[in-house]
């Protein structure tokens, strides 16, 4: 994700600076035109904004607060965090990060590997407006702009909620879809029905077509974020004082999936555990 994000912005015309730890994922990017560092500190220290798409929150938390990290900087003025983190971490960045003037966006951001590519996503910002206005036409490349709140942690609320409703489609989608296939229906038709009707959703609509049923199921997010995700959404949940019957048994569904698919699977094989409790399979291997 931050690989494609970031060669939409050299394709707009900016001059990035930028930093991995892998030099394979630099590649592609140094090619383009980005000039790369050694560190983070020396990503802030030559630029005033800085981006950051990171796996976990431990992670960003380092990257922003830990040794050679973006507070080390000398030049940083904003720090936008487009991971996916959860409200508590971001609170708790933010905070490390006022104490030397860097002001922290929050900035998750929605729709896969093909919005980053095609600068579609959906992102969920949250600032104050002064920094809103001087981060915007930066992240318009980027796809859709929400500006969701003024605190740090809206921005990550709003998405956690969007990925608890994503997990939770594509779960009750594997149920329902293994369960026609089981009573011998045939899949592609459960789906063009249950999308002519009431009961569709973005699993029926398009991941189970274009995922499962073909059996490639490579979407390109990995199903041990996703249970990261709802995790931390039933976390802040909890935190809130809201009940999240539903969310809870998605939460289930995701852990055991991952356990048995492996943290790296695509989020759409969380329909394989269903299958196999079933006896089916859903598509077809050719």
């Not at 220290?45 to 830990?66: D, R």
Request: aromatic residues 4%.
């Amino acid at each position: 994700m931050g690989g494609l994000m970031a060669r939409r912005l050299i394709d707009a015309g900016y001059k990035l600076t930028i930093y991995d730890p892998s030099e394979a994922a630099m590649k592609p990017l140094v090619e383009a035109g980005a000039h790369p560092a050694h560190s983070a500190a020396d990503v802030a220290s030559a630029a005033e904004i800085v981006l950051a798409s990171l796996p976990t929150p431990p992670i960003v938390q380092a990257v922003a607060l830990g040794p050679a990290g973006i507070i080390e900087g000398t030049r940083v003025k904003i720090f936008i965090d487009t991971s996916t983190t959860g409200a508590s971490y971001e609170k708790r960045v933010a905070h490390g990060l006022a104490a030397k003037n860097i002001v922290e966006v929050d900035a998750p951001v929605s729709g896969g590997l093909k919005g980053a590519r095609m600068g579609t996503l959906a992102v969920m910002v949250s600032c104050g407006d002064e920094t809103f206005a001087r981060v915007k036409p930066v992240l318009a490349h980027l796809g859709k702009l929400f500006h969701v709140g003024k605190e740090p942690g809206q921005g990550q609320t709003m998405k956690l909620l969007n990925n608890l409703l994503s997990a939770t489609a594509m779960a009750i989608g594997s149920e329902a879809v293994v369960m026609g296939v089981k009573a011998g229906l045939d899949p592609r038709q459960v789906v063009d029905c249950i999308n002519a009707g009431t009961g569709k959703n973005s699993a029926t609509e398009d991941k189970i077509p274009r995922y499962v049923i073909p059996r490639t199921f490579n979407l390109g997010f990995a199903i041990g974020l996703l249970n990261k995700d709802v995790r931390l959404c039933m976390e802040e949940a909890d935190l809130l004082g809201v009940p999240m019957v539903v969310g809870s048994a998605v939460r289930q569904m995701l852990a055991i999936a991952t356990a048995s698919e492996g943290q790296e699977a695509d989020m759409t094989e969380m329909i394989k555990p269903v299958e196999r409790w079933a006896g089916v399979e859903v598509g077809s291997k050719t």
